[in-house]
């Protein structure tokens, strides 16, 4: 179980002033003394927080310490900074309120650890994941580097903030990180150049120049040794617990975490390099012949490399340190500056060179960390500015921070003691004014926009004619001489006239904190923060482009003739612009205090601590607090946030909530001294009674929470049964359904088995008898049928197998003709005249009928043949048959004739020009036209004569001339005459008598005698008038020469002179043809 713990727990003193009794200022120290003793650095005044330097390092600031602190209430552990962390976080996530946590306190009081503490621990609360932890990181990390440029050991503080740092931390809806802005006020710029004695420059000069390697010093010209360089002061350069290397490194590895690029990480530190080189720029006297002195750069290499780092022509810059121009509207005129002057351009160049980079340094880190949605974002704002400073030597620096400091009161007065009491008579509440000091006043005086201080302070510097620190002292001396707050050794004011512990050149401000002696050396350059046009002209001239950036007004074409507004105004203005902002938002204060003087652990300077308790104002703080009343809240969320605590108020309150919360607190019985009632707010006097009703509310909260848990289980039980009991009747429904339904089934499948077997058993009885009468029937018909057969078979028996085997016979005969028939389709042969085939017979009986159909068949396909010939085809084919008629086995010569086709006209008689003439002579048809030899009956020997056969003669003719030799009218022949033998010789015989049979026979030899001899013979055989020409074959025949009669023999001879027929006359009546035998 949780333990429960309170601030009252194991107290050291009492942890919050306003407990603290007997309340006087001495008590109020020893209690701080007291806990300050035991390392309890941190004591409440109600939600204040006091926070004393302890300058040693505490276990107190552990991870575990974070977990313990982590959502608890404020009251409930011992006072801690993360107690004020943690509440401001949760009422910002929460409670959606803005807050800002406001740190106030003198230089090494604490500050700026004190807002790391608060950021590191919002960081550890807060979620987790990727991107948050980066953005964590890089809020985290922007410390180190701004620490390295803006901070510097005083003789007040090793690390002390010589700049106003505001940062507002974004949160998104669930109290995650999504970025942040940081505001910079003022950099203490004079420490650039001159440093009070025991102090040092920035962190950042002597860091570089320890901590960079050989190599990056080589680069950017410098060397490791801080005696070289005139703007170091040597005698405080090593700091004590302070290691400049490691923190060069760090700010490195910052610079990187934080987004910067390793060109701008270069640019930065060759800008730091340079301003040291600035330094070290000498100049001494030149007398010119007009009698002034003009100012010359005594050693030029530091120049040159200053020149070589930024990349500025050397030339460009000598000028600008020995004149100076002013342009007036049209006029430009340039004068001479004496070394005086140059110094003071040197280390205005200088202060302006570091104040401008570290300004780039905010607006860069500012891009890197910026949020990066635009969603709408709850923010903390972390103040931590430089603490109220007094000096020996006050200058312009120290006014500016006091006077920041002024307002800073003023807003803790604002909202604390002042909001705090007025609030009590607007409430009406009962209330004796508490006496304060409210520093109004004081910033009346500095800030009036009459006659305050700054105003007088930017009349002077923008009046013309001479204007020096004394003018405007001795302005301050007329119109401040009156103020309470003001003195100087001149003012009215002056009862101090006698105090000679004020100087001439100063005044003196009665700050809350203290008296502050500001000389007023500076205050007017300081305050115009000029920077010679010529310097910022060559400054922008460079070629390295971060420097470029930082003098954007040396650019030519952007010349600027109206004066920039004062350092003054400006820290004015934006110092009112936090305020405003501060006051929209829900402070929550530090306030540090500084134990001694030694920057030493567990002492504690009495004198010291008093001194700052005064100025803080912090005896009135608890004052206000113990008189009034620790916690307010306004009826209406007070009624919603207790309610519960009370029967009559829970759940809802009908009437007015003040009566509610009336009600309420009557039934809680609070004691009626512990609260008012205000006009619209409860105001409640001790932190135990709020504790007391937040312990009773959350004990309510988890009575109810269990009430809620129990409603909901029972309703979630009951309608889980009712579910179940719906659910188990649809089951039952269907469940009785369906168990009906199988024994319905089961019945009639039951009754149907019964019923098919009685109704079986009746068919069946009814089948038998059935079948047993067709029996019967059967059996009386079979008997009949058997008997009328045998009556019957006996009656026609004798008729019965006489036809019997004629009919089988002619079936069977019929049957082998049908399929004799049917098969002799698929086998006949083709349709060729000469094909022999013919399928065999296939039965013996059919022999008859098989030749006939066979003879038919030819026959018939002959037919066909035939139907496909021409006349002239047929007649052709005529000729052959007579031809073959003739000849055939008759003569030798006659099968060579068969497949030589029957022409006729060999000579194409009628169209060779040549025998157009006989052609002429001849006036019938020539039907056969050759040339044949005719055999000279003397010698045997042929002579070629054209043979010309037409219906009606045989016409011989010259072969040259086409001459008629002899035409013989066919009745004239009587025969022809050829042999038996392979030879043409053929004799064409007259009838004797005859007109043609006066020169005698002719015997001629052809080529085509088959066709001749064929040809005269149908010619005969047509012609009706005639007898047909008689052709007689044989090997000797007589032909009549004249009056002669010469018989022409045919023998076989041997083969000599070739293969031809050679005819020979032997003797008068012999003519021997000699045919060749046929092989
Ligand atoms: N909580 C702490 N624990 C340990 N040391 C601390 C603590 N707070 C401050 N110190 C020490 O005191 C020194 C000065 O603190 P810090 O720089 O925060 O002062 P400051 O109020 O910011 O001063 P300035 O106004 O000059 O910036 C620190 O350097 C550190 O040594
Ligand atoms: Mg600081």
Known sequence: MEVKTSLLDNMIGVGDMVLLEPLTEDSFLDNLRNRFDHSEIYTYIGSVVISMNPYRSLPIFTPDKVEEYRNRNFYELSPHIYALADEAYRSLRDQDKDQCILITGESGAGKTEASKLVMS??????????????????????????????????????????????????FDFKGDPLGGVISNYLLEKSRVVKQPRGERNFHIFYQLLSGASDDTLKKLKLDRDFSKYNYLSLDSAAVNGLDDAANFRTVRNAMQIVGFMEDEVQSVLELVAAVLKLGNIEFKPESRCNGTDESRIKDKNDLKEMCELLGIEQSVLERAFSYRTVEAKLEKVSTT???????????????????????????????????????????MGVLDIYGFEIFEDNSFEQFIINYCNEKLQQIFIELTLREEQEEYVREGIEWTNIEYFNNAIICDLIENNQNGILAMLDEECLRPGTVSDETFLDKLNTICAEHQHFESRLSKNSKFLNDHSLPHSCFRIQHYAGKVLYRTEGFVDKNNDLLYRDLSQAMYKATQSLIKQLFPEGNPAKVNLKRPPTAGSQFKASVGTLMKNLQTKNPNYIRCIKPNDKKAPHI????????????????????????????????????????????RT???????????????????QVPTEEYAYGRSKIFIRNPRTLFFLEERRKQCLEDLATLIQKIYRGWKCRSHFLLLKESQIVVAAWYRRYAQQKKYKQIKSATTVVQSYTRGWQARKLLRELKY????????????AFWHGTQVRREYRKFFRANAGKKIYDFTIQRIMQKYFLGLKNTVPSMSPIDKNWPSRPYLFLDGAHTELRRIFHLWRCKKYRSQFTEEKKAIYEEKLEASEIFKDKKTLYPSSVSQPFKGDYLEISKNPKYQKLNSTVDEKVLLADVVNKINRANGKGTPRIFLLTKKSVVLADQKTGQVKASVPLPDLSSVSVSTQNDGFFALKLKEGSASATKGDFLLSSEHLIEIITKLHRTGATAADREELNIDISDEFLVQFKQDKVCVKFIQAALKNGNSVSCKRKNNRLLEVSVPVMA
């Open 337 to 379: 500056l004496n070394v005086a002057q140059a110094y003071y351009a040197r280390d205005a160049l200088a202060k302006n060179l570091y104040s401008r980079l570290f300004s780039w340094l905010v607006t860069r880190i500012n891009e890197s960390i910026k949020a990066q949605t635009k969603a709408r974002h709850k923010v």
């Open 604 to 647: 504690f300077t009495d004198s010291l601590v008093r001194h700052q308790v005064r100025y803080l104002g912090l005896m009135e703080n608890v004052r206000v607090r113990r008189a009034g009343y620790a916690f307010r809240q306004p009826y209406e969320p007070c009624l919603e946030r207790y309610k519960m605590e009370s029967k």
């Open 121 to 170: 621990y919002v960081a550890a609360v807060c979620g987790k994941g990727q991107e948050v932890n980066k953005v964590k990181e890089q809020l985290l990390q922007s410390n180190p580097v701004l620490e390295a440029f803006g901070n510097a050991k005083t003789v007040r503080n090793d690390n002390s903030s010589r700049f106003g740092k505001y940062m507002d931390i974004e």
């Open 773 to 784: 009468q067709k029996r019967c029937e059967e059996a009386v018909t079979t008997i009949a």
């Open 650 to 668: 829970w759940p809802h309150w009908k009437g007015p909530a003040r009566e509610g919360v009336e009600v309420l607190m009557a039934d809680l």
